[in-house]
């Protein structure tokens, strides 16, 4: 199983060359390989690995769960005659953690970072022959100071731990592009005005060059922009409105996204010299807004309540890697067929396929980066860089509404009064709204938050069906503003000190966790179920609980499926649903009978 569709649906080019598929593998656990060259030609590597798949994943071929921190790839290529006299750009999704690229013996470039995309100019390199790309990984299993996520420490996964994803675990691929280029492209729109305002990077000579940008909504063209490059960095604002409220068929009552009306924007932007076409990108954008305001989060300037499930993107035969693009996009199709709008996609940095399939079938997504377990300094360096590449390559996306940059005081575990910690709190939050702010940041997913716009609550101690006080305990934390900011669910307190609630929207954002084993499967959950029945009378419980506040202004339900030893989801780890989930649909949808209270 190969992973065949375009790996940047947010800025798609005609050309291109998928580098998915058999590749020859080695593991280094002397750490030898720098040393003894493998990156040359004429060194044998003694295994064949299946890419985009994680050497620990079944579809690599090779299912190895044992620590190997050092790993190698290698893979033969041509190039397309076409593309002599273009400039052409090597492309990887995600490489945990860090990569050493070769191009036929040489030294081409360096990344450090699990998580997100980068990419290399690899021109001078070739030789328009056969080509051959080496990639050098170094996966340090036991450090708790890297951005690992669920990625375990230990070799056998455990309690909320996962196993780990070593190296190559997204797309691989090539595209030709002119010297003179594209090379960023950014939309924010902007529903009070009806503008869509588009900023772009040229890379190359761009003096006397043309570009042109057109719009369309559903095939139909409303607006054309050329203009003449005077600069690298341009930024220009179209209005959608053009002065006229029905305009076609997007007006004003329904031109915006939202879960309920997905509606997409086309945009293709083309440099030209002259009549010739130096460039040409697709790419799509939703108009909406989201922001907090009364206690409450607002979706297009309404209030919105957030049906939201806990996702952690995991699948037992590709771990952190989809088997398929059809496999990314069922996840979300089953979560809006039980009534949730959105997701917390927890501690992970989704496929950009993902984030595509939320955008067409509208699917709120809260972006989440792996966490570091253990503070330092360099710890806390490398979190804000992944976060800078985060947010550069998925601010396109509309079905993004909020960013959370830490969970649960993870890696900083004694943020309640270390000031040191607090400041990486605060650091992060202001980090992302500099970069980005169009959305809504969570400074602490759970507890002990510092300066944030959601109070994002974690609270687990609901009880099992035969624990009629410790029920009724929780449903009383949730039926005042003071009973819950006063709450410690995990003994920890909502605010650290010296901080407090502000008016921000109180969501709860972890609990339920319902372990219920189909099948031989054998593993936890917060609290435990012998059969449907019982599972489906104990989530109504639970619900009801959360829709009898006046306080919650939305939910995160842990969580979508189970993952390995985790037998807390609605799903199994393989997608079967643990009962019918039109009845999970029918118990969400009672949010509809409640008053949200402005």
């Not at 947010?391 to 009064?417: L, Q």
């Not at 109070?455 to 069906?465: D, K, L, Q, T, V």
């Not at 009724?472 to 709450?487: C, D």
Request: net charge negative; proline share 4%.
């Amino acid at each position: 199983m190969n992973r065949t569709e375009y790996p940047r649906p947010q800025l798609q080019r005609k050309e291109w060359m998928n580098l998915n598929g058999e590749w020859d593998f080695a593991f280094d656990d002397r750490n030898a390989g720098l040393k003894e060259r493998w990156f040359q030609a004429g060194h044998a590597f003694d295994r064949k690995i299946n890419v985009p798949f994680a050497y620990q994943t079944e579809l690599s071929g090779i299912g190895d769960i044992a620590f190997h921190d050092h790993v190698w790839y290698r893979r033969d290529f041509t190039l397309p005659e076409n593309w002599d006299g273009k400039r052409v750009i090597l492309h990887f999704g995600a490489v945990d953690y860090r990569a050493w690229i070769y191009i036929n013996g040489q030294y081409a470039g360096f990344h450090e970072g699990g998580h997100v995309s980068f990419s290399l100019d690899i021109t001078e390199n070739l030789t328009w022959e056969k080509e051959t790309v080496v990639v050098r990984v170094e996966d340090p299993s036991m450090d708790e100071t890297i951005p690992r996520g669920k990625q375990f420490w230990q070799e056998q996964s455990d309690a909320i731990w996962y196993t780990r994803t070593t190296g190559i675990w997204q797309t691989v691929w090539l595209e030709p592009v002119d010297v003179t280029r594209i090379s960023k492209l950014r939309m924010t729109p902007d529903i009070d005005r009806g503008d869509i305002i588009v900023e772009y990077d040229v890379t190359g000579e761009y003096v006397q060059k043309k570009v042109e940008i057109e719009i369309s909504y559903k095939g139909e063209r409303i607006a054309k922009d050329t203009v003449e490059l005077i600069d690298a960095y341009n930024k220009r604002a179209i209005n959608l409105y053009n002065q006229r409220i029905f305009r076609t068929n997007f007006h004003h009552i329904g031109w915006n996204w939202s879960p309920e009306n997905p509606n997409l924007f086309d945009i293709r932007i083309i440099l030209k010299d002259d009549n010739h076409v130096l460039d040409e990108i697709d790419s799509y954008f939703g108009m909406r807004k989201v922001h907090q305001e009364n206690g409450m989060v607002y979706l297009n300037n309404k209030p919105y309540y957030q049906k939201l499930v806990l996702d952690q993107g995991y699948w037992p035969e590709g771990l952190l890697t989809a088997p398929s693009d059809e496999h990314l996009k069922r996840d979300i199709e089953l979560a809006l067929e039980m009534g949730f709008n959105g997701c917390r996609k927890h501690q992970k940095v989704e496929d950009p396929r993902f984030l595509y399939w939320a955008d067409k079938l509208g699917f709120l997504v809260w972006g989440e980066c792996a966490a570091f377990p253990s503070y330092s300094e360099e710890a806390a360096g490398r979190l804000s860089k992944e976060w800078i590449e985060i947010i550069e390559r998925d601010y396109n996306h509309p079905s993004i509404v909020a960013w959370v940059p830490v969970n649960e005081s993870w890696g900083v575990p004694f943020i309640k009064s270390n000031k040191q910690q607090q400041h990486h709190s605060l650091a992060m939050y202001h980090l992302i709204h500099s970069l980005d702010p169009t959305r809504l940041v969570i400074s602490n997913d759970g507890w002990e938050l510092t300066r944030s716009d959601i109070c994002a609550i974690h609270n687990y101690n609901h009880g099992s069906n035969e624990e009629k006080a410790k029920y009724q305990l929780f449903k009383n934390s949730l039926a005042t503003k003071e009973s819950i900011l006063h709450a410690q669910p995990a003994l920890r307190g909502i605010y650290a000190d010296g901080f407090e609630h502000e008016g921000e929207p109180i969501l709860l954002t972890e609990f339920g966790g319902i372990g219920y084993k189909v099948g031989e499967d054998n593993g936890w959950g917060y609290t435990s179920v012998k059969n449907e029945k019982e599972f489906v009378e104990d989530y109504r419980r639970i619900m009801e609980a959360v829709y009898s506040s006046d306080i919650l202004h939305g939910y995160c339900y842990t969580q979508l499926t189970d993952v390995e030893q985790e037998i807390n989801g609605l799903l199994t780890y393989n997608r079967e649903p643990k009962c019918d989930l039109k009845v999970i649909k029918e118990i969400n949808d009672t949010w509809h009978d409640v008053v949200v209270k402005v």
